[in-house]
């Protein structure tokens, strides 16, 4: 990798890098999801062509719910590639966080997309840590992609609001449904475009959302999360992840502990 690149993934809080997958990663975590859907949906499931194959909703949530275990998906995120890419962007010890999964996104389906948003907020994690966001084809504004706003990552975490009326207690996770960004993103996105072969990887503390499916096929992405252990701020906080605890038990510069008094007192209002 490039010094203008590095200093790029710095300055914009994102890359994306071409024909990333030399050692077959990629075909043979497309072969598990095949073999995947020919279990569940049935033998007419092709990854790669929508127009064979009829997903139900119950089918189509059983098929999504396994695809986060398949085991080339634990394979690509122990990657020597994963790994090297990692420590030349800054994570001294790249670590997983317990949320590598994949995406299924369907054409004219929006009730998954994400609205503006840092990882950080839900996954927690090294301020340094990234998101490897890998698509299984072309991304676009036809087939849906995402957007980020280059730069944002400088600036801390976002405001945020509850959106759900989960108890704030240390060991429950807050998820995408229950915490929103309570900030207005005014800044011109960047549209991601990229290809089948390449990654885009992004800081977690970067604001980006996703783009609608408008295309005929299902897109199919994997995203693997990855923190830095060697951060001593990081290790202060005892290693979070959102798996384990909440935003409201993790001080990022400060902001959360605040928020967290507001919310109790608002609890203990109600
Ligand atoms: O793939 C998408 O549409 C959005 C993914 C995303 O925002 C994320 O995984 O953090």
């Not at 073999?35 to 999504?64: D, H, K, W």
């Not at 962007?89 to 929006?110: I, Q």
């Not at 504004?141 to 989960?166: E, M, N």
């Not at 900030?183 to 980006?208: N, S, W, Y």
């Amino acid at each position: 990798m490039s010094t203008t690149q590095r200093e790029r993934f710095e300055e914009d809080g994102y890359l994306v890098l071409k024909d990333f997958w030399k050692h077959g990663e990629l075909i043979e975590l497309e072969t598990q999801l095949a073999e995947l859907g020919q279990r569940i949906v049935g033998p007419q499931f092709n990854p790669r062509n929508f127009g064979q194959y009829e997903l139900e909703p119950a089918t189509q949530s059983l098929l999504y719910d396994r695809l986060k275990y398949l085991p080339a998906l634990s394979r690509m995120s122990g990657s020597p590639a994963v790994h090297d890419l990692c420590r030349e962007l800054g994570l001294a010890h790249p670590s997983l966080m317990g949320c590598c999964n994949m995406r299924l996104d369907k054409p004219a389906d929006s009730r998954h997309l994400f609205a503006w948003h840092q990882d950080s907020l839900y996954l927690l994690g090294s301020e340094n840590a990234v998101t490897l966001w890998i698509p299984f084809q072309d991304v676009n504004l036809a087939s849906g992609t995402i957007q980020v706003i280059p730069g944002s990552h400088k600036r801390g975490l976002y405001p945020f609001k509850r959106i759900s009326d989960k108890v704030i207690a240390p060991y429950v996770p807050f998820l995408q449904r229950d915490l929103s960004l309570d900030a207005e993103v005014t800044e011109t996105p960047e549209t991601i475009a990229a290809e089948r072969g390449d990654i885009v990887i992004f800081k977690q503390m970067l604001l980006h959302r996703s783009t609608p499916n408008l295309g005929q096929q299902i897109r199919w992405t994997t995203q693997l999360r990855i923190t830095d252990l060697a951060d001593a701020e990081y290790r202060r906080q005892r290693f979070p992840t959102g798996d384990r605890t909440n935003i409201f038990y993790v001080d990022y510069l400060g902001h959360n502990a605040q928020q967290r008094r507001e919310q109790e007192s608002e609890n203990a209002a109600a």
